[in-house]
Protein backbone atom coordinates (compact mmCIF):
# COMPACT_ATOMS: atom_id res chain seq x y z
CA UNK A 1 0.00 0.00 0.00
CA UNK A 2 1.57 3.07 -1.15
CA UNK A 3 2.34 5.58 1.74
CA UNK A 4 -0.15 8.46 0.55
CA UNK A 5 -2.85 6.06 0.88
CA UNK A 6 -2.88 4.76 4.34
CA UNK A 7 -4.77 5.26 6.78
CA UNK A 8 -3.60 7.99 9.26
CA UNK A 9 -4.21 7.52 12.80
CA UNK A 10 -6.22 10.71 13.34
CA UNK A 11 -8.25 9.77 10.05
CA UNK A 12 -9.26 6.31 11.43
CA UNK A 13 -10.13 7.84 14.68
CA UNK A 14 -12.57 9.89 13.11
CA UNK A 15 -13.97 7.03 11.39
CA UNK A 16 -13.98 5.37 14.37
CA UNK A 17 -16.29 8.06 15.86
CA UNK A 18 -18.34 8.48 13.46
CA UNK A 19 -19.11 4.53 13.19
CA UNK A 20 -19.77 4.85 17.02
CA UNK A 21 -22.06 7.71 17.31
CA UNK A 22 -24.23 5.78 13.40
CA UNK A 23 -24.35 2.68 15.21
CA UNK A 24 -25.71 4.52 18.33
CA UNK A 25 -28.22 6.36 16.22
CA UNK A 26 -29.44 3.35 14.82
CA UNK A 27 -30.05 1.93 18.52
CA UNK A 28 -33.99 3.09 18.63
CA UNK A 29 -34.35 1.50 14.71
CA UNK A 30 -33.35 -1.51 15.78
CA UNK A 31 -35.14 -1.82 18.87
CA UNK A 32 -38.48 -0.77 16.90
CA UNK A 33 -38.18 -3.72 15.02
CA UNK A 34 -37.09 -5.91 17.47
CA UNK A 35 -40.31 -4.43 20.11
CA UNK A 36 -42.68 -4.92 17.01
CA UNK A 37 -42.18 -9.27 16.88
CA UNK A 38 -42.05 -9.82 20.98
CA UNK A 39 -44.75 -11.82 22.42
CA UNK A 40 -46.72 -10.59 25.05
CA UNK A 41 -44.79 -11.78 28.27
CA UNK A 42 -41.73 -10.31 26.48
CA UNK A 43 -43.57 -7.16 26.09
CA UNK A 44 -44.40 -7.11 29.71
CA UNK A 45 -41.03 -8.64 30.68
CA UNK A 46 -39.15 -6.33 33.42
CA UNK A 47 -36.24 -5.18 32.98
CA UNK A 48 -37.16 -4.77 29.28
CA UNK A 49 -35.27 -6.43 26.85
CA UNK A 50 -34.01 -5.06 23.64
CA UNK A 51 -33.73 -7.87 21.52
CA UNK A 52 -36.40 -10.02 21.08
CA UNK A 53 -35.97 -13.35 22.34
CA UNK A 54 -38.79 -15.65 20.83
CA UNK A 55 -40.21 -13.70 17.34
CA UNK A 56 -43.62 -13.64 16.48
CA UNK A 57 -46.26 -12.55 13.94
CA UNK A 58 -49.08 -12.66 16.28
CA UNK A 59 -49.01 -8.98 16.62
CA UNK A 60 -49.04 -8.14 12.99
CA UNK A 61 -52.24 -10.98 12.84
CA UNK A 62 -54.07 -9.19 15.92
CA UNK A 63 -53.97 -5.70 13.90
CA UNK A 64 -54.49 -6.72 10.46
CA UNK A 65 -57.88 -8.26 11.65
CA UNK A 66 -58.79 -6.60 14.59
CA UNK A 67 -61.74 -4.35 13.84
CA UNK A 68 -62.79 -1.14 14.96
CA UNK A 69 -65.75 -0.60 16.85
CA UNK A 70 -67.52 0.36 13.40
CA UNK A 71 -66.14 -2.65 12.59
CA UNK A 72 -63.95 -0.94 9.92
CA UNK A 73 -61.34 -3.26 8.53
CA UNK A 74 -57.34 -2.40 8.71
CA UNK A 75 -56.91 -2.51 4.88
CA UNK A 76 -59.25 0.31 4.85
CA UNK A 77 -57.78 2.53 7.00
CA UNK A 78 -54.20 1.78 5.24
CA UNK A 79 -55.66 2.01 1.61
CA UNK A 80 -56.76 5.57 3.17
CA UNK A 81 -53.63 6.51 4.40
CA UNK A 82 -52.35 5.50 0.82
CA UNK A 83 -53.81 7.07 -1.53
CA UNK A 84 -54.47 10.29 0.66
CA UNK A 85 -50.90 10.58 1.14
CA UNK A 86 -50.19 9.92 -2.67
CA UNK A 87 -52.48 12.35 -3.36
CA UNK A 88 -51.72 15.32 -1.36
CA UNK A 89 -47.69 14.60 -2.37
CA UNK A 90 -48.18 15.27 -5.63
CA UNK A 91 -50.69 18.37 -5.38
CA UNK A 92 -48.46 20.39 -2.98
CA UNK A 93 -45.31 19.42 -4.97
CA UNK A 94 -47.47 20.74 -7.76
CA UNK A 95 -48.75 23.63 -6.27
CA UNK A 96 -45.68 24.84 -5.01
CA UNK A 97 -43.35 24.10 -7.30
CA UNK A 98 -45.71 26.50 -9.48
CA UNK A 99 -45.52 29.31 -6.60
CA UNK A 100 -42.11 28.74 -5.86
CA UNK A 101 -41.34 28.90 -9.62
CA UNK A 102 -43.18 32.47 -10.53
CA UNK A 103 -42.11 33.93 -7.18
CA UNK A 104 -38.48 33.11 -8.05
CA UNK A 105 -38.13 34.18 -11.79
CA UNK A 106 -41.27 36.55 -12.75
CA UNK A 107 -41.65 39.86 -11.34
CA UNK A 108 -45.17 41.70 -10.64
CA UNK A 109 -46.84 43.73 -8.12
CA UNK A 110 -47.30 43.01 -4.21
CA UNK A 111 -44.54 39.88 -5.07
CA UNK A 112 -42.77 41.43 -1.99
CA UNK A 113 -45.96 41.33 0.30
CA UNK A 114 -46.70 37.52 -0.51
CA UNK A 115 -42.47 36.66 0.44
CA UNK A 116 -43.14 38.27 3.58
CA UNK A 117 -46.99 36.58 4.43
CA UNK A 118 -44.65 33.36 3.31
CA UNK A 119 -41.58 34.27 5.67
CA UNK A 120 -44.29 35.55 8.89
CA UNK A 121 -46.52 32.17 8.30
CA UNK A 122 -43.05 30.32 9.30
CA UNK A 123 -43.00 31.87 12.75
CA UNK A 124 -46.51 30.10 13.57
CA UNK A 125 -46.93 26.78 14.71
CA UNK A 126 -49.62 24.58 13.10
CA UNK A 127 -51.27 24.53 16.54
CA UNK A 128 -51.95 28.46 16.46
CA UNK A 129 -54.03 27.67 12.94
CA UNK A 130 -56.34 25.29 14.48
CA UNK A 131 -59.24 26.68 15.02
CA UNK A 132 -58.91 29.18 12.06
CA UNK A 133 -58.84 25.66 9.41
CA UNK A 134 -61.60 24.22 11.40
CA UNK A 135 -63.91 27.51 10.62
CA UNK A 136 -62.86 27.03 6.88
CA UNK A 137 -62.72 23.48 6.87
CA UNK A 138 -66.51 23.61 8.20
CA UNK A 139 -67.76 26.53 6.32
CA UNK A 140 -66.93 24.94 3.31
CA UNK A 141 -68.66 22.18 4.24
CA UNK A 142 -65.45 19.62 3.67
CA UNK A 143 -66.07 17.49 6.51
CA UNK A 144 -66.44 13.79 6.17
CA UNK A 145 -64.83 14.46 2.56
CA UNK A 146 -61.13 13.79 1.33
CA UNK A 147 -60.72 16.94 0.66
CA UNK A 148 -60.39 17.65 4.30
CA UNK A 149 -57.34 16.02 4.25
CA UNK A 150 -56.28 17.65 0.78
CA UNK A 151 -57.01 21.30 1.45
CA UNK A 152 -55.11 21.73 4.69
CA UNK A 153 -51.47 20.63 3.41
CA UNK A 154 -51.88 22.47 -0.20
CA UNK A 155 -50.49 26.05 1.76
CA UNK A 156 -47.44 24.67 2.46
CA UNK A 157 -44.92 27.73 3.04
CA UNK A 158 -42.09 25.29 3.71
CA UNK A 159 -41.97 23.73 0.77
CA UNK A 160 -42.49 27.05 -1.59
CA UNK A 161 -39.66 28.72 0.65
CA UNK A 162 -37.50 25.68 -0.08
CA UNK A 163 -38.23 25.83 -3.76
CA UNK A 164 -37.66 29.06 -4.07
CA UNK A 165 -34.12 29.22 -2.73
CA UNK A 166 -33.30 26.34 -4.85
CA UNK A 167 -34.47 28.18 -7.86
CA UNK A 168 -33.29 31.21 -7.74
CA UNK A 169 -29.41 29.88 -7.90
CA UNK A 170 -31.02 28.89 -11.75
CA UNK A 171 -29.49 31.82 -14.43
CA UNK A 172 -32.34 33.65 -15.63
CA UNK A 173 -30.10 33.74 -18.54
CA UNK A 174 -30.74 29.85 -19.10
CA UNK A 175 -34.52 30.10 -18.97
CA UNK A 176 -34.68 33.40 -21.28
CA UNK A 177 -32.88 31.06 -24.08
CA UNK A 178 -35.38 28.73 -23.94
CA UNK A 179 -37.79 31.16 -24.13
CA UNK A 180 -36.42 32.95 -27.33
CA UNK A 181 -36.14 29.43 -29.11
CA UNK A 182 -39.69 29.62 -28.75
CA UNK A 183 -39.86 27.39 -25.32
CA UNK A 184 -43.74 27.41 -23.69
CA UNK A 185 -43.51 28.94 -19.73
CA UNK A 186 -45.01 25.54 -19.25
CA UNK A 187 -41.92 23.31 -21.31
CA UNK A 188 -39.44 26.00 -19.35
CA UNK A 189 -41.00 24.77 -15.87
CA UNK A 190 -41.53 21.13 -16.60
CA UNK A 191 -38.40 20.30 -18.63
CA UNK A 192 -35.75 22.90 -17.61
CA UNK A 193 -36.56 24.42 -13.81
CA UNK A 194 -37.82 21.03 -12.55
CA UNK A 195 -35.04 18.89 -13.24
CA UNK A 196 -32.16 21.21 -11.98
CA UNK A 197 -34.23 21.40 -8.93
CA UNK A 198 -34.88 17.84 -8.69
CA UNK A 199 -32.97 17.42 -5.23
CA UNK A 200 -34.86 20.53 -3.22
CA UNK A 201 -38.04 18.31 -4.78
CA UNK A 202 -37.02 15.26 -3.77
CA UNK A 203 -36.37 16.70 0.06
CA UNK A 204 -39.99 18.56 -0.32
CA UNK A 205 -41.31 15.12 -1.13
CA UNK A 206 -40.26 13.33 1.99
CA UNK A 207 -41.35 16.70 4.44
CA UNK A 208 -44.29 16.27 2.74
CA UNK A 209 -44.37 12.74 3.19
CA UNK A 210 -43.50 12.91 6.72
CA UNK A 211 -45.98 15.27 7.54
CA UNK A 212 -48.98 13.50 6.06
CA UNK A 213 -48.31 10.22 6.42
CA UNK A 214 -48.35 10.79 10.75
CA UNK A 215 -50.93 13.28 11.00
CA UNK A 216 -54.06 12.35 13.08
CA UNK A 217 -55.27 15.84 13.17
CA UNK A 218 -57.37 15.55 9.96
CA UNK A 219 -59.12 12.49 11.61
CA UNK A 220 -59.48 13.33 14.53
CA UNK A 221 -61.17 17.12 13.88
CA UNK A 222 -62.62 16.69 10.52
CA UNK A 223 -63.73 13.15 9.49
CA UNK A 224 -66.31 11.68 12.23
CA UNK A 225 -66.77 8.94 9.52
CA UNK A 226 -64.89 5.69 10.66
CA UNK A 227 -64.54 4.69 7.15
CA UNK A 228 -62.59 7.80 6.04
CA UNK A 229 -59.67 7.97 8.76
CA UNK A 230 -56.03 6.95 8.15
CA UNK A 231 -53.59 4.29 9.45
CA UNK A 232 -52.16 7.27 11.52
CA UNK A 233 -55.73 7.74 13.38
CA UNK A 234 -56.01 3.94 13.81
CA UNK A 235 -52.48 3.79 15.71
CA UNK A 236 -53.25 6.40 18.19
CA UNK A 237 -56.24 4.40 18.85
CA UNK A 238 -54.30 1.66 19.94
CA UNK A 239 -52.05 3.92 22.20
CA UNK A 240 -55.33 5.02 23.96
CA UNK A 241 -56.03 1.44 24.55
CA UNK A 242 -52.79 0.69 25.45
CA UNK A 243 -52.76 3.16 28.49
CA UNK A 244 -56.57 2.09 29.68
CA UNK A 245 -58.74 4.50 28.63
CA UNK A 246 -62.10 2.83 28.57
CA UNK A 247 -61.15 -0.65 27.61
CA UNK A 248 -60.81 -3.70 29.77
CA UNK A 249 -57.47 -5.26 31.35
CA UNK A 250 -57.77 -8.01 28.43
CA UNK A 251 -57.79 -5.19 25.44
CA UNK A 252 -54.93 -2.98 27.45
CA UNK A 253 -52.50 -6.36 26.76
CA UNK A 254 -53.45 -7.21 23.39
CA UNK A 255 -53.26 -3.00 22.06
CA UNK A 256 -49.31 -3.07 23.68
CA UNK A 257 -48.91 -5.63 20.75
CA UNK A 258 -50.72 -3.99 18.05
CA UNK A 259 -49.56 -0.70 19.10
CA UNK A 260 -45.70 -2.53 18.75
CA UNK A 261 -46.67 -3.86 15.38
CA UNK A 262 -48.57 -0.53 14.27
CA UNK A 263 -45.70 1.81 14.95
CA UNK A 264 -43.43 0.10 12.85
CA UNK A 265 -45.71 0.18 10.03
CA UNK A 266 -45.79 3.69 10.43
CA UNK A 267 -41.78 4.20 10.40
CA UNK A 268 -41.20 1.62 7.81
CA UNK A 269 -42.70 3.55 4.72
CA UNK A 270 -40.60 7.04 6.59
CA UNK A 271 -37.32 4.87 6.08
CA UNK A 272 -37.98 3.48 2.57
CA UNK A 273 -38.17 7.19 1.52
CA UNK A 274 -35.64 8.55 3.11
CA UNK A 275 -33.29 5.86 1.74
CA UNK A 276 -34.76 6.40 -1.44
CA UNK A 277 -34.14 10.01 -1.84
CA UNK A 278 -31.47 9.80 0.61
CA UNK A 279 -28.80 11.09 -2.15
CA UNK A 280 -30.88 14.05 -3.09
CA UNK A 281 -31.39 15.32 0.72
CA UNK A 282 -27.58 15.26 0.82
CA UNK A 283 -27.45 17.22 -2.79
CA UNK A 284 -29.50 19.87 -1.13
CA UNK A 285 -28.10 20.44 1.87
CA UNK A 286 -24.28 20.66 0.13
CA UNK A 287 -26.06 23.28 -2.18
CA UNK A 288 -28.41 24.83 -0.01
CA UNK A 289 -25.83 27.42 0.80
CA UNK A 290 -24.09 27.98 -2.91
CA UNK A 291 -25.11 31.12 -4.89
Same mark, same amino acid.
Request: proline content about 5%; hydrophobic content about 55%.
Given at each position: MKAGRRLRPGIAAIHLF???? /?LFLALPIVYLFNHAFKPLNELYLYPPTFFVRQPTLRNFEMLFFNLSTNLVPFSRYFFNSVAITAAVGFLVLLVSAMAAFILSKFRF??? /??????????LMFAAETVGIPRYLIISGLGLTDTYLAYVLPFLASPVIVFLLKQFMDQVPAELLEAAVIDGAPITAVFSRIMVPLVAPAIATSAILTFQAVWGDVSVSALY???????TLAYYVSTLSLAAIGQGTSAVQNIAGQGMLAAGGLLLFVPNLIMFLFFQRYVIETMVNSGIK
Amino acid at each position: MKAGRRLRPGIAAIHLFLAST /GLFLALPIVYLFNHAFKPLNELYLYPPTFFVRQPTLRNFEMLFFNLSTNLVPFSRYFFNSVAITAAVGFLVLLVSAMAAFILSKFRFHLK /GFIMAMIMLSLMFAAETVGIPRYLIISGLGLTDTYLAYVLPFLASPVIVFLLKQFMDQVPAELLEAAVIDGAPITAVFSRIMVPLVAPAIATSAILTFQAVWGDVSVSALYVHDESMKTLAYYVSTLSLAAIGQGTSAVQNIAGQGMLAAGGLLLFVPNLIMFLFFQRYVIETMVNSGIK
